[in-house]
């Protein structure tokens, strides 16, 4: 069955460093993989997504994530982060089905980003 | 010009109520989603229409029946609320069901429920 694990559930980073988050995912076939962030009391926005192509992918707000097949990974990193970073991030895996049943997302679990000042 | 708009943001409420959720999107997209987020932040599909169509339901208790009138509306009514019904329910939208547009999702701020 298809599964995305974010081993990390907090990381606090201070303002102007560099962030990486962790995802791995486990799906039989070739992956679909999104980050979606979603701010305090705010609902999910698109990152970045993987279809195909090249591995290192770039997003919104200074994202890039990079897939990695030989370890199921896909990271998200930012090379300085803004207090405004200060969210949660979501990592998901596409889930492909017949045309009729329709596509959906299977999301990790969430890491809740804090920076300091 | 808000993209997805649900109603209402707070809803608190006792066991056994009635209750329910609206959702509508101007996007112009014709699939819609219920997802329920739970106390640690899980994010899970409940239901997925297309063009008034449910295409997706992850077993969900039939005390939950989503109703589409239209391709940019989807509401989500609650019989006989439980205190595990407590999480913020979010509505999304996307173009088409089954192309790769279908992952990119939008999402509406959530309506947090409480039930006492």
């Known amino acids: 069955a298809q599964s995305v694990t974010q081993p990390d559930i907090h990381i606090t980073v201070s303002e102007g460093a560099s962030l990486e988050l962790r995802c791995n995912y486990s799906y039989g076939a070739t992956p679909y993989l999104f980050w979606y962030v979603q701010s305090p009391g705010q609902g999910l926005q698109l990152l970045l997504k993987?279809?195909?192509?090249?591995?290192l992918v770039q997003g919104i707000k200074g994202f890039e994530a990079e897939f990695k097949r030989s370890q199921s990974s896909f990271n998200l990193r930012k090379p300085s982060v803004h207090w405004s970073d200060a969210a949660e991030y979501f990592c998901?895996?596409?889930?492909?089905?017949?045309?009729?049943?329709?596509?959906?997302?299977?999301f990790g679990g969430g890491t809740r980003v804090l920076v300091k000042p | 010009d808000t993209a997805v708009s649900q109603t209402p943001k707070y809803l608190v409420t006792q066991m056994g109520n009635d209750k329910s959720i609206k959702c509508e999107q101007n996007?112009?997209?014709?699939?819609m989603y219920w997802y329920k987020q739970d106390s640690k932040k899980f994010l899970k599909i409940m239901f997925s229409?297309?063009?008034?169509?449910?295409?997706i339901n992850e077993t969900v208790p039939n005390r939950f029946s989503p109703k589409s009138p239209d391709k940019a509306h989807l509401n989500l009514h609650i019989n006989s609320l439980e205190l595990g019904d407590s999480a913020v329910y979010f509505c999304?939208?996307?173009?088409?069901?089954?192309?790769?547009?279908?992952?990119?999702?939008?999402f509406g701020p959530g309506t947090r429920l409480t039930v006492t």
């Open positions: 999304a939208s996307s173009q088409d069901r089954a192309s790769r547009s279908s992952y990119e999702q939008y």
């Open positions: 993987y279809f195909s192509g090249d591995t």
């Open positions: 998901a895996v596409g889930i492909r089905t017949i045309k009729a049943a329709g596509n959906k997302l299977t």
């Open positions: 229409y297309n063009n008034k169509e449910l295409i």
């Open positions: 996007l112009g997209h014709d699939t």
